[in-house]
Nanobody, 123 residues
Framework: QVQLKESGGGLVQAGASLRLSCTTSGRTGTMGWFRQAPGKGREFVAAVTWSGGSPIYADFVKGRFTISTDGALNTVSLQMDSLKPEDTAVYYC???????????????????WGQGTQVTVSS
C-alpha cells in the first residue's frame, strides 16, 4: 500500500507564501492536491504528471499556485503565493493508480491520500 505524507503547512498572513510537499512511499500515477475548508467539501486544487508537463489548476488558484514534481525524491510540491484568507483549509495530497497517466480533477479518481496539512491565512 502506497503511503503519502504531506508537510509544509502553517499559519501565515495574507499575501505570504507557503510551500507544501508530499512524499510517496511507492509508485503512483498522476498526482494531485485537494483542499477542504471548514464546513465545505473537498475540492480540487491542482494535478500533475510525474514528468511535470502541462499541469492543471482550479480557476481560483491560477497564477498563484504552482505544482511540481521531483521523481528522484518521489515528491510533489505545491508552491502557494499571494495567499488569501479564503485559501485557509486542510490540504491533501492524492495519487492515482500506478499505471494512470491522465490528469483528473475528480476526487473519486484518486486512490491514495495523505492525512492532510493545515494551511491558515490570516487577514
Amino acid at each position: 500500500q502506497v503511503q503519502l505524507k504531506e508537510s509544509g503547512g502553517g499559519l501565515v498572513q495574507a499575501g505570504a507564501s507557503l510551500r507544501l510537499s508530499c512524499t510517496t512511499s511507492g509508485r503512483t500515477g498522476t498526482m494531485g492536491w485537494f483542499r477542504q475548508a471548514p464546513g465545505k467539501g473537498r475540492e480540487f486544487v491542482a494535478a500533475v504528471t510525474w514528468s511535470g508537463g502541462s499541469p492543471i489548476y482550479a480557476d481560483f488558484v491560477k497564477g498563484r499556485f504552482t505544482i511540481s514534481t521531483d521523481g528522484a525524491l518521489n515528491t510533489v510540491s505545491l508552491q502557494m503565493d499571494s495567499l488569501k484568507p479564503e485559501d485557509t483549509a486542510v490540504y491533501y495530497c492524492a495519487g492515482r493508480g500506478s499505471r494512470v497517466t491522465v490528469l483528473s480533477r475528480e476526487r473519486s479518481q484518486y486512490i491514495y491520500w495523505g492525512q492532510g496539512t493545515q494551511v491558515t491565512v490570516s487577514s
